[in-house]
């Protein structure tokens, strides 16, 4: 389904497996109390989750109402709910390690997995925040696992402000906390650069969408 996908040439292992996390997360202090950790090449063996996800999970195409017209959305999904069967053993343990290292900052435990595909730099995702649930009025986060191609993802303040961003593939993390769902936005914009596929697998708290 890609037009190409190129391998991280630094990540050799044939079995995706995790990384500690620990003093491995390099956090990032933004405004209001929100804050980004990133966590490079957690996954290793990323590429062949990549290419596992890409063949096995049950893309679907969406289609929604955007001002007077129906417009396709722009990438494909498949959202796995907290009794779902998982399309890799990997993320059950990412969810729990997710968990165990954030579990005194959240005070509950992620639930649920939303994954993306992004099959080419055409694909995207609008500016928004994770406002349903918890998001829209307390703290809470969004971890989100890089797999494949390398894109950037944009935060900026919400009424705006000056855009950061992270460049983020291959098995890389990050995690999206405090106030950052109601006080920041996030996007992954289009890009004419000739990129392959991107999976960002997005795990969450119960309730937050």
Do not use: N
């Amino acid at each position: 389904m890609d037009a190409f996908f190129q391998g991280s040439l630094l990540d050799t292992a044939s079995e995706p497996t995790l990384g500690e996390l620990g003093g491995t997360v390099e956090r990032t202090e933004l405004s209001h109390g929100a804050w980004v950790d990133v966590r490079r090449d957690w996954v290793s063996g990323a590429d062949e989750l990549y290419l596992h996800l890409q063949q096995q999970v049950p893309w679907r195409a969406e289609r929604r109402e955007m001002y007077d017209r129906v417009v396709d959305v722009p990438r494909l999904l498949c959202f796995y709910g907290e009794r779902d069967a998982w399309p890799h053993p990997v993320i059950g343990e990412a969810r729990e390690a997710l968990t165990r290292h954030y579990l005194p900052e959240l005070g509950e435990p992620f639930a649920t997995a939303g994954l993306c595909y992004y099959r080419d730099g055409r694909d995207s995702v609008a500016w928004h925040g994770d406002r349903i649930g918890r998001g829209r009025s307390a703290d809470t986060m969004v971890a989100i696992m890089s797999l494949g191609e390398h894109r950037r993802l944009s935060l900026r303040p919400v009424g705006g402000g000056d855009q950061i961003g992270f460049t983020l593939g291959h098995g890389d993390l990050v995690v999206m906390g405090g106030s950052c769902q109601r006080t920041w936005e996030h996007a992954v914009l289009k890009t004419a650069k000739p990129v392959g596929g991107r999976i960002s697998v997005q795990l969450r708290p119960r309730g937050v969408l």
